[in-house]
């Protein structure tokens, strides 16, 4: 019995100490970071909202932090080649991810990805969103939702939607417009955004659900397309004279692009709190505020806790449309 005692004394006695030896390293991972440049990881090709964001970010947090904060652009396979460089990283803090809501589309859309992205990746903080927009070629006779449902629905297949290719997230929110609108109309994949777009403004396709940035509402208030719906719950302060789709008697099409940053799986709490404050901080600035006011980006920090949360709900529920409706990714 008295062995028993002591070899279990010993033993409570070693975890302790392990467990003191532990507790140095979370307080210097949240008090002392960062310890070298840090890089910000963009899954796709500079000059798009992501780039912007964390070109605008960086900035921010390398004066926080008293270090360098380097932008390296990693685009291809929709994401995936970024994705996976950032979640094979060290799970140090110092190599971040700033992506969008592609993210939650990955292993669903593309089987031959090896990536886990809800345990392979850690969730940082969400940044922001922009409302999603239904367009239609100048060219459609059908001035508004009612007349266009009516429209695709007495011509099924006949009319076109592009997209930025086949498994991307514009094909995602047009296929989501279909089911809402029990219409039947035929996908063209371009090989980005901007072709996608130049294909609907010529009138080479019908229809697009886009980002809505600043550069996608212009194309509205200067007639090179025409703007349907907003899907959200409020009108653009933009484009105030477009409806939203509850308005336009789509409820159930609600769709956002939002923005988020990430890190590598298995960073320390405490870093993870860390790195979401100085983050929040950062999106507080006014002169950054102002900026994303002007792309028409809603602002939304939040905390750890809550962007992880956001991101398995938007996870599971990509997922669901996917494997419902068989869309696969070509990359």
């Known amino acids: 019995m008295v062995n028993k005692f002591l070899r279990l004394n010993r033993l409570l006695h070693t975890l302790c100490l392990g467990a003191a030896m532990a ?11 960062p310890q070298k440049p840090v890089s910000i990881v963009v899954p796709a090709t500079p000059g798009g909202t992501a780039d912007l964001l964390a070109r605008l970010i960086g900035p921010k947090l390398a004066q926080k932090w008293g270090q360098p904060v380097v932008v390296e652009n990693k685009p291809g396979a929709g994401g995936l080649i970024g994705s996976a460089y950032v979640a094979r990283a060290e799970p140090d803090g110092h190599t971040l991810m700033l992506t969008f809501s592609e993210l939650a589309t990955l292993p669903s859309i593309n089987k031959s990805a090896r990536l886990d992205v809800v345990n392979d990746l850690s969730t940082i903080g969400r940044i922001g969103s922009l409302r999603v ?11 508004n939702v009612s ?24 094909q995602l929110y047009a296929e989501i417009f279909k ?20 294909a609907l403004m010529s009138g080479e396709v019908d229809l697009l659900v886009q980002f809505a940035s600043g550069n996608v509402a212009s194309y509205v208030t200067s007639g090179k397309a025409r703007g349907y719906a907003i899907a959200s719950p409020q009108r653009m302060p933009a484009l105030p004279d477009v409806p939203t789709s509850e308005e336009a008697g789509l409820p159930g099409f609600q769709l956002e692009a939002w923005y988020g940053l990430f890190a590598p799986g298995n960073v320390p709490d405490a870093l993870r709190e860390k790195i979401n404050r100085d983050l929040n901080e950062a999106l507080s600035m006014p002169d950054v505020q102002e900026r994303l006011a002007s792309v028409n980006m809603q602002v939304q920090p939040g905390s750890v806790a809550e962007f992880e949360s956001f991101f398995r709900k938007e996870y599971e529920e990509w997922g669901e449309f996917i494997r419902t409706t068989g869309i696969q990714s070509n990359q």
């Not at 507790?23 to 970071?33: G, M, N, R």
């Not at 035929?186 to 980005?192: E, I, K, L, S, T």
């Open 133 to 143: 927009i239904l367009l239609g070629s100048p060219k459609l006779k059908a001035e």
């Open 179 to 198: 089911r809402e609108a029990q219409v039947d109309v035929m996908h063209v994949p371009y090989r980005g955004s901007v072709e996608a777009s130049t």
């Open 23 to 33: 507790l140095p390293a979370v307080a210097f991972a949240s008090t002392d970071f």
């Open 147 to 170: 007349d266009l449902v009516k429209l695709l629905k007495a011509n099924p297949g006949q009319y076109t939607y592009s997209s930025n290719g086949a498994g991307s997230t514009l």
